[in-house]
């Protein structure tokens, strides 16, 4: 996260969700401000944008996931930057919008995660999917159970929720 926050600063808030929460693409994608609560501090997933559509999340449902300091501040930090002063502010606006304040897409942060990559000791073709992975298992590593990484992934079942962890299973 480090080689993308000074290398790709643009990208850093989008991959920290991803990583974080354990987002689908699609779910991080269609955030907009309406979907953070910061006096809860809370984040609200509740639509996925695929393809050019908006729909309800693949499970069909609503999580709201606890937003950190940490992650709070990423996330000011990102909109500071993301918007200028100027800007109308709007509960519209897309959180990890696309630079014509669209939506994303997968090949958007492709380049400078290769990058990235490249930069490491032991360089890998990293995926948005594989954050989802990495957030599973360091729930896992935590000792989170699986009722609450099933909540946060967002998982319809447990045996779902351990398809995605490979903590622990040697």
């Given at each position: 996260?480090?080689?993308?926050?000074?290398?790709?600063?643009?990208?850093?808030?989008?991959?920290?969700?991803?990583?974080?929460?354990?987002?689908?693409?699609?779910?991080?994608?269609?955030?907009?401000?309406?979907?953070?609560?910061?006096?809860?501090?809370?984040?609200?997933?509740?639509?996925?944008?695929?393809?050019?559509?908006?729909?309800?999340?693949?499970?069909?449902?609503?999580?709201?996931?606890?937003?950190?300091?940490?992650?709070?501040?990423?996330?000011?930090?990102?909109?500071?930057?993301?918007?200028?002063?100027?800007?109308?502010?709007?509960?519209?606006?897309?959180?990890?919008?696309?630079?014509?304040?669209?939506?994303?897409?997968?090949?958007?942060?492709?380049?400078?995660?290769?990058?990235?990559?490249?930069?490491?000791?032991?360089?890998?073709?990293?995926?948005?999917?594989?954050?989802?992975?990495?957030?599973?298992?360091?729930?896992?590593?935590?000792?989170?159970?699986?009722?609450?990484?099933q909540a946060l992934l967002?998982?319809?079942?447990?045996?779902?929720?351990?398809?995605?962890?490979?903590?622990?299973?040697?």
């Amino acid at each position: 996260l480090a080689l993308v926050e000074e290398h790709w600063p643009e990208h850093y808030a989008l991959t920290v969700f991803l990583a974080a929460y354990g987002l689908r693409w699609g779910e991080a994608t269609a955030l907009s401000r309406a979907d953070v609560d910061w006096e809860a501090g809370e984040l609200r997933v509740a639509r996925s944008h695929v393809r050019g559509s908006v729909t309800p999340t693949k499970s069909d449902s609503i999580r709201l996931l606890p937003l950190s300091d940490r992650l709070r501040m990423v996330l000011e930090g990102h909109l500071r930057r993301t918007y200028p002063e100027d800007h109308i502010t709007s509960a519209e606006d897309l959180l990890f919008p696309n630079r014509d304040g669209n939506y994303r897409t997968p090949s958007s942060v492709s380049r400078a995660w290769r990058d990235v990559s490249s930069r490491m000791e032991h360089p890998w073709e990293l995926k948005p999917h594989d954050l989802r992975r990495t957030c599973s298992n360091l729930l896992r590593l935590a000792g989170a159970g699986l009722v609450t990484a099933q909540a946060l992934l967002g998982h319809s079942s447990n045996e779902m929720s351990l398809h995605y962890s490979h903590v622990g299973m040697e």
